[in-house]
């Protein structure tokens, strides 16, 4: 049976205490994209720069971690880790839908298609206030 696994990316806008991950960010994209994946999934994480893959409901203290400030070689590092915390949450006959921009997801797409799995990128080529637009879209619609 075909699951769906959505990982959703962390923002830089957040609240300013420990809160459950799917209430720390607080940015329009986020809040969309996360309301987003858990309509369509079965299961959903986030993919944090600090925390690496983590569960909604986990409480994480605000930090100020990106990818974008991390060497091609400590992002590769990244990915590997996500990749080994989503292994026990996927099947090979899962797809695996990403909701995130292209530095967060380029070290992880062909990890999850070579484990087996379908992945899909539905918001790919978007810009972010595109992104925002598509998942209002998405939400409503349905």
Known sequence: MRRVISLVQCVSK?????????DLYTSQ????????AEKISDEW???????GLVKPTDVLAPYDVTLKDMSAAERRKWADRVFSDLKPYIRKTDTVVILAGVI??????????????KVEIPMKGLR???????????LKDN
């Open 14 to 22: 957040k609240q300013n205490s420990p809160q459950m991950a799917k």
């Open 29 to 36: 994209l986020f809040v969309n994209a996360s309301a987003y």
């Open 45 to 51: 994480f986030i993919i944090s720069a600090k925390y």
């Open 104 to 117: 967060y997801r380029k070290d992880l797409v062909k990890k999850i298609e070579d484990f087996g799995c």
């Open 128 to 138: 972010i206030g595109e992104q925002v637009s598509w998942l209002k879209k998405q």
